[in-house]
T-cell receptor
Framework: DSGVTQTPKHLITATGQRVTLRCSPRSGDLSVYWYQQSLDQGLQFLIHYYNGEERAKGNILERFSAQQFPDLHSELNLSSLELGDSALYFC??????????????FGPGTRLTVL | TQLLEQSPQFLSIQEGENLTVYCNSSSVFSSLQWYRQEPGEGPVLLVTVVTGGEVKKLKRLTFQFGDARKDSSLHITAAQPGDTGLYLCAGRTGANNLFFGTGTRLTVIP
């Protein structure tokens, strides 16, 4: 158990819909990262928040957005869903930001299926 | 854009055999990490290497960072069924974002 929690564990929805994935970081961690893992693209970095502020963006689509709240939990919002958005979505947390050797602890992921 | 290529993509070996997984890139990384991911779970960090030429050992696992900090290898001695999983390398550039490799799926047959 990494200490990072993600809900829901599974999510099935239809094309065109909007969903929200939730992540609670480990106690004391200020950084939250979101990743997408699909069979054809591997594990892709989406976005990084540190203490409520966006720090970096990766391959995140404009239909996707995220935020980190004052209690440090984070939500990833996916809208106008397409079949290709079906994937595992992971959240990871770390204590700090900007250190090349810090450890990211991954949650168990949310499996999104778009029908 | 995929910056890190891992080989082989799939590996199936008998218990007790040795194996090496490679992680190659044309980019220079400030650090490189190796993770193992099991089905239904998130990746778990195994090791971080920082210095070119660095070698780290974790029981039966040996990790090496290339001299130019562009590549890395993971060697497992006397593989056991518990080593089965998806092995991912991940490199950091100056922006501190992790870029993951394509992954190597290892199966160790008892």
């Amino acid at each position: 158990d990494s200490g990072v929690t993600q809900t829901p564990k599974h999510l099935i929805t239809a094309t065109g819909q909007r969903v929200t994935l939730r992540c609670s970081p480990r106690s004391g961690d200020l950084s939250v990262y979101w990743y997408q893992q699909s069979l054809d693209q591997g594990l892709q970095f989406l976005i990084h928040y540190y203490n409520g502020e966006e720090r970096a963006k990766g391959n995140i689509l404009e239909r996707f957005s995220a935020q980190q709240f004052p209690d440090l939990h984070s939500e990833l919002n996916l809208s106008s869903l397409e079949l290709g958005d079906s994937a595992l979505y992971f959240c990871a947390s770390s204590v700090v930001s900007g250190i090349s050797t810090d450890t990211q602890y991954f949650g168990p992921g949310t499996r999104l299926t778009v029908l | 854009t995929q910056l890190l290529e891992q080989s082989p993509q799939f590996l199936s070996i008998q218990e007790g055999e040795n194996l090496t997984v490679y992680c190659n890139s044309s980019s220079v990384f400030s650090s490189l990490q190796w993770y193992r991911q099991e089905p239904g779970e998130g990746p778990v960090l195994l090791v971080t290497v920082v210095t070119g030429g660095e070698v780290k050992k974790l029981k039966r696992l040996t990790f090496q960072f290339g001299d130019a900090r562009k590549d890395s290898s993971l060697h497992i001695t006397a593989a056991q069924p518990g080593d089965t999983g998806l092995y991912l390398c991940a490199g950091r550039t100056g922006a501190n974002n992790l870029f993951f490799g394509t992954g190597t799926r290892l199966t160790v047959i008892p």
